[in-house]
T-cell receptor, first 116, second 114 residues
Framework: GAVVSQHPSWVICKSGTSVKIECRSLDFQATTMFWYRQFPKQSLMLMATSNEGSKATYEQGVEKDKFLINHASLTLSTLTVTSAHPEDSSFYIC????????????FGPGTRLTVT | EDQVTQSPEALRLQEGESSSLNCSYTVSGLRGLFWYRQDPGKGPEFLFTLYSAGEEKEKERLKATLTKKESFLHITAPKPEDSATYLCAVQAGAASGSARQLTFGSGTQLTVLP
């Protein structure tokens, strides 16, 4: 139980284009999902907290107009990187909080984004 | 501000050589301390949640313990397949009673040599 999937697992795009990453909780409902970014050999950096049916809360320094987050249902959150640039290349990971177990989070397998 | 410090940054062990990883934390109102395993190019895999000092949990060759200031992840007779980065994270309670987001340590990169 508590499986989180991400799609795609990797994507290469050209500078200036937008990329959408999906995060799904497969066997549970998640009112809250989180988006992280991870650089090589570094730990996870929280980008934003996504609550179903409401606007995402972004961490300081994260551009909300560049990283658009939508949490339209209890099992799906999406992260859209708009007008991507090479510096946006990174490993993006989502996690989901189980509805009736608010102190547990389960992570997706991550999405490797490369912007050329 | 919640803080999590993991040590050592990297650890190389021979197969069968037991050791421990440390996670020191400073947090107001700890709601949970989490251990995750992360393999290269993958998302963190949940291992344990510890909620209160004195609690211990075991899974195969891994045992996690918790005190009021730190947590240890003990690895007994490790095998090469235990090689990974082990992440520690804490979660504090918010004033509203809900849970805040996880604060991660920088991880310990474990290599087990055959």
């Amino acid at each position: 139980g508590a499986v989180v999937s991400q799609h795609p697992s990797w994507v290469i795009c050209k500078s200036g284009t937008s990329v959408k990453i999906e995060c799904r909780s497969l066997d549970f409902q998640a009112t809250t999902m989180f988006w992280y970014r991870q650089f090589p050999k570094q730990s996870l950096m929280l980008m934003a907290t996504s609550n179903e049916g409401s606007k995402a809360t972004y961490e300081q320094g994260v551009e909300k107009d560049k990283f658009l987050i939508n949490h339209a249902s209890l099992t799906l959150s999406t992260l859209t990187v708009t007008s991507a640039h090479p510096e946006d290349s990174s490993f993006y990971i989502c996690s989901a909080r189980v509805v009736d177990r608010p102190y547990e989070q389960y992570f997706g397998p991550g999405t490797r984004l490369t912007v050329t | 501000e919640d803080q999590v410090t993991q040590s050592p940054e990297a650890l190389r062990l021979q197969e069968g050589e037991s050791s421990s990883l440390n996670c020191s934390y400073t947090v107001s109102g700890l709601r949970g301390l989490f251990w995750y395993r992360q393999d290269p190019g993958k998302g963190p895999e949940f291992l344990f949640t510890l909620y209160s000092a004195g609690e211990e949990k075991e899974k195969e060759r891994l045992k996690a313990t918790l005190t009021k200031k730190e947590s240890f992840l003990h690895i007994t007779a490790p095998k090469p397949e235990d090689s990974a980065t082990y992440l520690c994270a804490v979660q504090a309670g918010a004033a509203s009673g809900s849970a805040r987001q996880l604060t991660f340590g920088s991880g310990t990169q474990l290599t087990v040599l055959p």
